[in-house]
């Protein structure tokens, strides 16, 4: 019965690929939260006790011992602390939406200079299976409609930017995140230089454990 209803879920995601891809993307691959590493076919197919339902809360902090770094066109800043906290909007999406409740940067610095980063827009968190070249258990992360505002408490410099790709995560027994991507600035006052941002580092997920990325 078991691999009846497997073979049931295949069929179902193939003819959502055929119907959705042709040759299959990640914006058009139906994305869920698994518990275990499943696949059938070839395919990265939750089990349906194995699925996440929605609202899960998803938990990742910096990595210990290591910083977040934004590089700017006036420097490199570095904070060696950072939480993001948000809830799933459904149990399978394409892409899967999470809602952003917490997104929060500190001890954030510019050598000596202290600089507050801090998100005045949460906006949300888009998580898309990863399904080229090959298909996998990890997915891609994009910020829609988050603003991130970055004030330099010496020099009175203040800069805002929009986040959007932000980078892989990595299923697994303790998921990571490789955070990465572009800010594109939107605003500043005239000590802001013109140009965008760009930020990387290194979170681990701990909420839900384990995880990875399925269909």
Not at 38 to 67: D, K, M, W
Not at 136 to 162: A, F, P
Request: proline share 6%; aromatic share 6%; charged share 15%.
């Amino acid at each position: 019965m078991k691999h009846l209803k497997m073979l049931g879920l295949a069929v179902v995601a193939v003819a959502a690929l055929m119907a959705f891809l042709g040759a299959g993307t990640a914006s058009a691959t139906p994305t869920a939260l698994c518990k275990e590493p499943t696949t059938f076919g070839g395919l990265p197919i939750c089990e349906p006790n194995h699925i996440y339902p929605a609202g899960q809360r998803i938990h990742a902090e910096l990595e210990v011992g290591t910083s977040l770094n934004i590089a700017t066109p006036a420097g490199v800043v570095q904070c060696t602390f950072s939480t993001l906290d948000a809830n799933t909007e459904q149990q399978t999406e394409i892409p899967l939406g999470a809602i952003v409740n917490v997104l929060v940067f500190g001890a954030c610095h510019q050598g000596e200079e202290e600089v507050e980063v801090i998100t005045t827009k949460n906006g949300t968190l888009d998580i898309e299976i990863i399904d080229l070249p090959f298909w996998t258990h990890d997915g891609t992360l994009t910020l829609t409609g988050t603003e991130i505002t970055m004030r330099w408490k010496k020099s009175g410099r203040h800069c805002r930017y929009d986040a959007g790709h932000t980078g892989i995560l990595t299923g697994g027994p303790m998921a990571t995140i490789d955070w990465f991507g572009t800010l594109t600035k939107t605003g500043g006052n005239l000590l802001c230089p013109e140009g965008n941002a760009n930020w990387n580092g290194a979170y681990t997920v701990t909420t839900p454990e384990p995880l990875w990325i399925s269909m």
